[in-house]
C-alpha cells in the first residue's frame, strides 16, 4: 500500500518536483490534506525571508497526537506502533500497539495537567532512550506543552543554561540513564542543574535504573506513583488540545558559530506535514515494515524519524536504548535479526565504528529483512559508504544519504530508495518542494552544474525554522541576513555534471563530532573556564571515526608540572561546562596564536596545521608575529 503523498517512480519524482516549483502552494495543499485537521486552513502560505516570517497553513487547527495515534486506533490499534530493545539484551524488549500507547500517552498528559502544566508551558524532558521518553513527547503535544528534551549527553551547565533559555518550569527525568556498560545518574545531573534554576516548579521522575535519587518535597513526584493515581482516580479526560497550526510544537538547542546554543523552534502544523512526507517519500515506507532509526530521540533525526514521522502514518518504529558496540559489535545486527527490521537508519560515525571490528561481528547475524539503508548526520565517506552497501545491505538495499538540520525539521537533499538513484558520498537531489542554491560570497547565485558554493535554500517548505526561542534578531542573523532573500544553511555543497548534491562539510565555525554539531566558540568559551587557560583557538580536524575531531591550541599558565594532567583537567573542565561530548581530543599548549594586527585569529593556519598541512599555510604576512607559526608547528601532536 502507498500513501497518498508517496512518490512510487523515477517520472512521478520528476513530475512533483516540477510542480512544486512552478505551484509550490498546490503541491503542499495536496500533501496537508491527507493529515487530520480539527478545522482546515484558510491560506497556505505566508512568508518573507527579510523578518523572517514564515507561516503555513494559516488559520489550520489540528493536534499532532491526533494524526500520531488517534486516527490509526481504527484501522492500526493492534499493530506496534513502538517496538523498545533494551541497552541489556538479557532483558525483555517492550511492545507497544497503537492502542497501548495511545493509553499510555492520555495518561501521561493528564499526569502533566495534574501538576499544573498547561498550554504553551515549556517541559524539558531528560530521559534515557526509553518508552517513556517517547511517551512524555507525545503527551506534552497533546496538552499543547512545548517540549524540549535535551540530550542525555549534556552537563548541569547546559542543561541550567537551557532551562534559564526557555523559563522551563517542569522537568520530566529518570533516575538515571543505561548507555552500555555505563550508567548516567540523570536525576543527580537535573538537580545539579536546578541549583541555578529556582523557578522550576515540579519534576517528574522515572524509576529506570534503580540509583538512589534525592525527592525533593513538593517539587519532585515518582512517574509512577502519578500514573497510578491518574489510573486509579478514571478522571482522564484524553482529550487533545486544539493547536493552530503555527502554534510552538517544540525547541531543540543546537550549536552555531557564537555563543551559546539557540532553541530552534518548530510548528505544529507544517513541522507534521513535512516530517510524514520527507519519511514515507525518502525511506519508501510500506505499511508492515519495520523502521529501525539508531538516533537519540534528544537530537532532530530522533524527534522527526523515531517519534512525529512514522507515527504520523502509522508505521512501526524500533526504539533502542543502548549502543552500537555493546555488549559487542554485533549489537545492532542482533536487533536487526530479532525484530526483522526492514530499514535501518544510522550515522557515518557509527558505520565506521563497527567497520573497525571487521565483518566478524556480522557471523550468523539474518539481515535478509532489511530493504532499505539510511545515512545521516555528516558526510559519508567512500569507504564507510560501501562497507555499509556490500556487508549489511549485500548490495540490494539502496543507502538513502539524508542531507538535513535540526533547522529543517526534516530531510531536504537525498535520493529515494529504489526511485532515484544514489551515489556515493552524495545526498544526490532534492525532494519536491525544495529548491536549492549555491552561492559565492558575495550572495550571487552560481548557476549550471560542476560547480561549488555555499547551500542555500530559495522557497521556504513546511517545516522551516520558525524563530529562535526569544530572540528572533538571531534567526534573522543566523540564517537569513547573511544572503538575501535566502535560507543559509552553513554548509558548503559541490553540483556535479548531473545536477547531484554533494555537501563538503560546515563553511562556519561549526564542528560536526560524531555527527554531532558543536560550536568552536563554545568549546573555547568552556576551555577557558579552567583557571589556568588565558586564551584558546578551536579547530576541527579529520578524525577516522568522529569524522571531526576536536584540536585546541591553548595558552596556559600550566596549573600542574605534568603536562598531561592539565590537558585532563581542561577536558574535564570541557565535559562540566558542555558535556563529554564537547572533550577536545587533542591540546596543544601554545606561547601564542596567530593574530592579525587586528586582533583576530587566523583560525585557517591553525585548521591547516591541525590537519597536518604544516608546508601550505597560504599568505601568513599579514600576522602580527608570524613566528608564532613556527612554534606552532613544531609543537603539533
Ligand atoms: O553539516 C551538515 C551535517 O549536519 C549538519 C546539521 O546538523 P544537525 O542540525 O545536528 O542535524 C543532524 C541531523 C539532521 C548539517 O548542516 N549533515 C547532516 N546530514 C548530512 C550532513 N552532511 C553531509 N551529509 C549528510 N547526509
Excluded at 499544573?116 to 521518553?133: A, F, H, N, S, T
Excluded at 537525498?414 to 537531489?429: E, F, H, R, V
Excluded at 549550471?448 to 517545516?463: A, E, Q, R, T
Excluded at 534573522?476 to 552553513?490: D, H, I, K, S, V
Amino acid at each position: 500500500m502507498s500513501y497518498p503523498f508517496q512518490i512510487t517512480s523515477r517520472a512521478q519524482y520528476d513530475a512533483a518536483y516540477k510542480q512544486s516549483i512552478e505551484n509550490p502552494e498546490a503541491f503542499w495543499e495536496v500533501v496537508a490534506s491527507s493529515f487530520l485537521w480539527r478545522k482546515p486552513w484558510d491560506k497556505v502560505l505566508e512568508w518573507n525571508f527579510t523578518q523572517p516570517d514564515v507561516k503555513w497553513f494559516l488559520g489550520g487547527k489540528l493536534n499532532i497526537t491526533e494524526n500520531c495515534l488517534d486516527r490509526h486506533l481504527d484501522t492500526l490499534g493492534d499493530k506496534p506502533a513502538l517496538i523498545w530493545e533494551p541497552n541489556n539484551p538479557d532483558e525483555p524488549n517492550r511492545i507497544l500497539t497503537y492502542k497501548e500507547l495511545h493509553q499510555e500517552v492520555v495518561q501521561f498528559a493528564q499526569v502533566l495537567k495534574n501538576n499544573g502544566v498547561q498550554k504553551g508551558d515549556r517541559v524539558c524532558i531528560y530521559m534515557g532512550m526509553v518508552p517513556e521518553l517517547a511517551i512524555a513527547v507525545l503527551a506534552c503535544a497533546r496538552i499543547g506543552a512545548i517540549h524540549s528534551v535535551i540530550f542525555g549527553g549534556f552537563s548541569a551547565q547546559s542543561i541550567a543554561d537551557r532551562l534559564q533559555d526557555a523559563q522551563a518550569k517542569y522537568i520530566v527525568t529518570c533516575d538515571g540513564a543505561k548507555r552500555g556498560a555505563k550508567q548516567i545518574p540523570l536525576k543527580e545531573v537535573i538537580d545539579d542543574a536546578l541549583v541555578q534554576c529556582p523557578f522550576v516548579e515540579k519534576v517528574i521522575v522515572h524509576f529506570h535504573t534503580h540509583t538512589p535519587v534525592s525527592m525533593i518535597k513538593g517539587r519532585d513526584v515518582w512517574w509512577q506513583d502519578e500514573v497510578d493515581k491518574v489510573a486509579a482516580s478514571g478522571n482522564i479526560d484524553g482529550l487533545a488540545t486544539e493547536m493552530d497550526s503555527e502554534d510552538p510544537l517544540f525547541i531543540l538547542y543546537t550549536s552555531g558559530s557564537t555563543g551559546k546554543p539557540k532553541g530552534v523552534v518548530h510548528s505544529c502544523g507544517g513541522y507534521m506535514v513535512y516530517a510524514a512526507y520527507s519519511f514515507v517519500n525518502v525511506f519508501q515506507y510500506q505499511q508492515g515494515d519495520i523502521h529501525f532509526c539508531t538516533a537519540d530521540i534528544g537530537w532532530i533525526t530522533g524527534h522527526s524519524y523515531i517519534l512525529y514521522g512514522p507515527l504520523c502514518v502509522g508505521a512501526t518504529t524500533l526504539m533502542f536504548e543502548g549502543i552500537p558496540t555493546w555488549p559487542d559489535a554485533g549489537r545492532f545486527w542482533d536487533i536487526v535479526d530479532k525484530h526483522k527490521v526492514n530499514i535501518l537508519y544510522t550515522a557515518p560515525t557509527a558505520i565506521r565504528s563497527l567497520m573497525s571490528f571487521g565483518i566478524e561481528p556480522l557471523q550468523g547475524k539474518d539481515l535478509s529483512s532489511l530493504k532499505v539503508l539510511g545515512s545521516v548526520g555528516e558526510p559519508i565517506n567512500e569507504e564507510a559508504w560501501h562497507w555499509f552497501n556490500d556487508n549489511i545491505g549485500k548490495g540490494r538495499c539502496p543507502i538513502v544519504d539524508t542531507w538535513w538540520q535540526t533547522e529543517t525539521g526534516g530531510i531536504m537533499i537525498s535520493n529515494m530508495a529504489d526511485i532515484t538513484p544514489a551515489k556515493p558520498a552524495y545526498a544526490t537531489l532534492p525532494l519536491p518542494g525544495i529548491q536549492p542554491v549555491l552561492v559565492d560570497e558575495n550572495g550571487k547565485e552560481i548557476t549550471g552544474n560542476d560547480v561549488s558554493g555555499n547551500l542555500c535554500i530559495k522557497h521556504p517548505w513546511p517545516s522551516i525554522i520558525r524563530t529562535t526561542y526569544g530572540d528572533h534578531e538571531r534567526c534573522r542573523t543566523n540564517y537569513f541576513a547573511t544572503y538575501p532573500n535566502l535560507y543559509f544553511t552553513g554548509d558548503g555543497c559541490y553540483r556535479d555534471a548531473d545536477g547531484n548534491y554533494r555537501i563538503t562539510g560546515r563553511v562556519d565555525d561549526v564542528l560536526n563530532v560524531s555527527g554531532h554539531r558543536i560550536g568552536t566558540a563554545e568549546v573555547e568559551n568552556a576551555i577557558n573556564m579552567h583557571t589556568g587557560v588565558v586564551e584558546s583557538a578551536v579547530v576541527g580536524y579529520p578524525h577516522d571515526i568522529k569524522g571531526q575531531g576536536i584540536y585546541a591550541f591553548v595558552i596556559c599558565t600550566n596549573t600542574h608540572d605534568d603536562d598531561n594532567l592539565t590537558r585532563q583537567d581542561i577536558a574535564q573542565t570541557v565535559a562540566r561546562i558542555i558535556g563529554a561530548i564537547a572533550k577536545p581530543d587533542k591540546i596543544q599548549f601554545v606561547s601564542g596564536l596567530p593574530k592579525t594586527r587586528s586582533g583576530k585569529i587566523m583560525r585557517r593556519i591553525l585548521r591547516k596545521i591541525a590537519e597536518g598541512e604544516t608546508n601550505n599555510l597560504g599568505d601568513t604576512t599579514t600576522l602580527l608575529d608570524p613566528n608564532v607559526v613556527e612554534e606552532i608547528k613544531a609543537g603539533r601532536i
